[in-house]
């Protein structure tokens, strides 16, 4: 059985850091793809970021809103994927979601591209 568990959101100041965790078991990070969606209140479920599987390159790729202040990575001895979110900003409030999706997926920026999913966990930035 494949599960995904965030961990990692709070509440902090505008310009502050974030690292958020997904532990994965039941599958192997470095062989899927996985990503970090998002969903602020009353807002769709957006794309974050991806790291894509080792056959597919291990490629990253990132919302143009995040691109340069945020970071995926992934650790496959502690099968877990990572999002290091720097420079925050109050926008970037939302419920944060782990996923993990098809090895060589081309649908890694949509909700669709992947079949499992963690429970989310909350960031709050603050002004």
């Known amino acids: 059985q494949v599960q995904l568990v965030e961990s990692g959101g709070g509440l902090v100041q505008a310009g502050d850091s974030l690292r958020l965790s997904c532990a994965v078991s039941?599958?192997?990070?470095?062989?899927?793809?996985m990503g970090w969606f998002r969903q602020a209140p009353g807002k769709e479920r957006e794309f974050v970021a991806a790291?894509?599987?080792?056959?597919?390159?291990?490629?990253?790729y990132y919302a143009d809103s995040v691109k340069g202040r945020f970071t995926i990575s992934r650790d496959n001895a502690k099968s877990t994927v990572y999002l290091q979110m720097n420079s925050l900003k109050p926008e970037d409030t939302a419920i944060y979601y782990c996923?993990?999706?098809?090895?060589?997926?081309?649908?890694?920026?949509?909700?669709?591209?992947?079949?499992?999913w963690g429970q989310g966990t909350q960031v709050t930035v603050s002004s």
């Open positions: 996923a993990s999706g098809p090895p060589l997926s081309g649908r890694y920026r949509i909700g669709l591209g992947y079949d499992y």
């Open positions: 790291i894509s599987s080792r056959i597919a390159g291990s490629s990253t």
């Open positions: 039941g599958r192997t990070v470095s062989n899927y793809f």
